[in-house]
């Protein structure tokens, strides 16, 4: 497939859920956000490992594949934000 294509895919599957951070953690953002770069972090770390047992040859066949099917996971990742996902502050965050 080529390589415009999953340029552009790449690009417009930013995820949203990190502006959401914001709006529902309202005073706790700070800490909020921290805990979700420690997870992004932690995934990137680990896919560091991954990728090299999922392209043995390292031929662009085999990266291609691989990036179509974070393609595939971005897509998912977010429906599932756009069906879930809110803006309200979370009751957590209610000042007493």
Known sequence: MGSTKLRSA???LQGGFTKSV?????????TVMSMLQMCLTTTLFFGSFLIPYMTPQGDN??????FWMYV????ATNLVF?????????????IT
């Open 10 to 12: 790449l690009q417009t």
């Open 22 to 30: 914001v709006l529902v953690s309202k005073q706790y953002t700070p």
């Open 61 to 66: 066949v085999q990266y291609d594949h691989v």
């Open 72 to 75: 595939f996971v971005l897509i």
């Open 82 to 94: 756009m069906m879930w996902g809110r803006a309200d502050p979370a009751k957590w965050t209610a």
